[in-house]
């Protein structure tokens, strides 16, 4: 049995519990937590729940440790110190910093003999995969990449912070146009207006003034500014009947060519269609924490991103039952 | 530089020909026939012909050989036997028989401390990758494959041994319906004739008996008699002029569940959709002949798949390029 470990008992922290349920080679047996530990009631019986201070103090309880805390302020900060106690598996998301997290998470893991899964996930994660293999089979071609239909948490949280609104949910979609024309191999180039679109639920506070809030939308920059934006007015008992999930997806596309001239196309396509976005997060990060495991056993140390990773030691199944029904 | 040897000179051989062109960190220096050197040109300047008896004689000249043999008779023998002189990558698509043949790989390239990386392409190859993840992502869930529509060699073959048959061309096409309801996620259960149907056109024979040869098509065990099939039969000309190419795809589809009771729902999706299958096959075998030479020179030795692969290591890319760029 994997003896997995969680920092963080949120969204991801939960889903981590629901998949270790899916993969009976794995075990949850600790929880850190930021809050007092006698507040956190956790689902799954056995297991302990420490406060974060004493992440140094249970080495010899958990083979890996998954941390489940966010990409803004907690994961920079706690990847290259949690390394240095235990193997870990991180969903880090912001992809501009994943170089310097790369490095930072790389130097205590090689001190500490350890090693740190950064960026699991579906994207980062599963869709930087099927990019890489798009672009090593076509390397003469284009890369697509489409979300949704979903809800954006960076975005929802965005909206929230206007003056006026009680909750939002907002739900970022593809263009379908844009998507057929892709699939096509016609090699488009898109805007980021033609690839998607953005739709806001939003839940006001008394008396708060509406088209404001709508402007204030429509016009911040980076997060909605360059889009076609939709904004609507709903109760809160709308916002928790309708829209309580929260489903995600989309599609990776390579289109290239091959041939002594370039003269046959080819479209690869990779694509997700999801219930819960931190569930399938999760059942990513469990599996890259038995690669963790495996790969640290066999002496392997220092930072590794998903595509550092043979896919078979992601199984839990036998090598020679693999080759013969899944190869 | 790579310096790439193939064995066998047909669509295969032609492909990775085309697909080192896409690749500028490879070069081939050497074709390997069985026919009579002096009559097989080569497109590509400055390439060496040598007989298929020769090749034990060439091991400095080349870093990996790339078997372009087919599954049935040929790479059975010719990859545990080129692999004592080479490290190869094959595209050997028997699946019944894969556990079999890397056993035999495996063992001669033991021995001679070479790598040898079975059956690349694309089923098996890039959909056993995508079976493999979609598997260990959601464990509790259901695998698909649907191939076309495309041209199947084997059942175009099989049509052309029927007497009075001078060509045959046969498209495997997945029934919409069927990718319809897997896509849906409803988990249906389909049989062989639910999930694909088969289109042929065939020229015949003057004076060849229609009825006979179309009866004898559609009730061909393994190959027809499981499925709906339609038979066309046209001119020659018109099978020259409609019918030249050799497209394919398919998709590989898994639908599972995540959740502390399996109350949420994922679908996850692989398609291709290819003009040519040789030249995609090729493509494909090209990014793990990098992989194999790298690993080999790192100390690796022994039969791979596809699985074993770290995706990285089919990139020409810089390491902290795909970290900045493709995570």
């Not at 922290?13 to 075990?27: F, L, P, Q, T, W």
């Not at 024309?181 to 980021?192: F, I, M, Q």
């Not at 639920?201 to 016009?219: C, H, P, Q, S």
């Not at 995600?248 to 003269?263: A, P």
């Given at each position: 049995m994997?003896?997995?470990?969680?920092?963080?008992?949120?969204?991801?922290?939960?889903?981590?519990?629901c998949?270790v349920?899916?993969?009976?080679d794995m075990?949850?047996?600790?929880?850190?937590?930021?809050r007092d530990?006698?507040?956190v009631?956790?689902?799954?019986?056995?297991?302990?729940?420490?406060?974060?201070?004493?992440?140094?103090?249970?080495?010899?309880?958990?083979?890996?440790?998954?941390?489940?805390g966010?990409?803004?302020?907690?994961?920079p900060?706690?990847?290259?110190?949690?390394?240095?106690y235990?193997?870990?598996?991180?969903?880090?998301?912001?992809h501009?910093?994943?170089?310097e997290?790369?490095?930072?998470?790389d130097?205590?893991a090689?001190a500490?003999?350890h090693?740190?899964?950064?960026?699991?996930g579906?994207?980062?994660?599963?869709f930087?995969?099927?990019?890489?293999?798009?672009?090593?089979i076509?390397?003469?071609?284009?890369?697509?990449?489409?979300?949704g239909k979903g809800?954006?948490?960076g975005?929802?949280?965005?909206?929230?912070?206007i003056?006026?609104?009680?909750?939002?949910r907002q739900?970022?979609?593809?263009?379908?146009?844009?998507?057929?024309?892709v699939?096509?191999?016609?090699?488009?180039e898109l805007?980021?207006?033609?690839?998607?679109?953005?739709?806001?639920?939003?839940?006001?506070?008394?008396?708060?003034?509406?088209?404001?809030?709508?402007?204030?939308?429509?016009t911040?920059p980076?997060y909605?500014?360059d889009?076609?934006?939709?904004?609507?007015?709903?109760?809160?008992?709308?916002?928790?009947?309708?829209?309580?999930?929260l489903?995600?997806?989309?599609?990776?596309i390579?289109?290239?060519?091959?041939?002594w001239?370039?003269?046959?196309?080819?479209?690869?396509?990779?694509?997700?269609?999801?219930?819960?976005n931190?569930?399938?997060?999760?059942?990513?990060?469990?599996a890259?924490?038995?690669?963790?495991?495996?790969?640290?056993?066999?002496?392997?140390s220092?930072?590794?991103?998903?595509l550092?990773?043979?896919?078979?030691?992601?199984?839990?199944?036998?090598?020679?039952?693999?080759?013969a029904h899944?190869?």
């Amino acid at each position: 049995m994997i003896r997995l470990g969680i920092l963080g008992y949120g969204n991801l922290g939960r889903g981590i519990e629901c998949a270790v349920r899916h993969n009976s080679d794995m075990k949850l047996v600790a929880v850190f937590t930021r809050r007092d530990p006698a507040s956190v009631k956790v689902r799954t019986e056995g297991v302990t729940v420490y406060s974060a201070d004493e992440l140094a103090a249970h080495r010899d309880e958990i083979d890996v440790l998954i941390l489940c805390g966010g990409s803004a302020t907690d994961l920079p900060g706690q990847t290259p110190e949690a390394v240095k106690y235990y193997n870990v598996v991180d969903s880090f998301d912001t992809h501009a910093r994943i170089p310097e997290h790369f490095e930072n998470v790389d130097k205590a893991a090689k001190a500490a003999g350890h090693i740190g899964i950064i960026s699991c996930g579906w994207d980062p994660g599963m869709f930087s995969i099927a990019r890489l293999y798009g672009n090593v089979i076509l390397p003469d071609g284009k890369d697509y990449t489409f979300w949704g239909k979903g809800v954006s948490q960076g975005h929802s949280d965005a909206i929230r912070r206007i003056k006026g609104v009680a909750d939002a949910r907002q739900y970022t979609i593809p263009v379908p146009a844009a998507l057929e024309a892709v699939r096509s191999g016609s090699d488009p180039e898109l805007t980021t207006r033609q690839k998607h679109t953005r739709e806001c639920f939003v839940v006001a506070e008394e008396g708060a003034d509406l088209n404001r809030i709508e402007n204030e939308i429509k016009t911040m920059p980076n997060y909605f500014a360059d889009y076609d934006t939709t904004v609507h007015f709903i109760s809160m008992e709308e916002l928790k009947r309708d829209h309580a999930g929260l489903p995600h997806g989309g599609s990776v596309i390579r289109t290239g060519s091959s041939g002594w001239d370039n003269e046959n196309r080819h479209t690869i396509e990779y694509s997700l269609k999801l219930d819960s976005n931190p569930e399938f997060t999760t059942q990513v990060l469990v599996a890259f924490a038995r690669a963790a495991y495996r790969m640290n056993r066999d002496g392997v140390s220092g930072c590794k991103t998903v595509l550092d990773i043979p896919p078979i030691l992601l199984s839990n199944m036998d090598p020679a039952d693999i080759r013969a029904h899944l190869v």
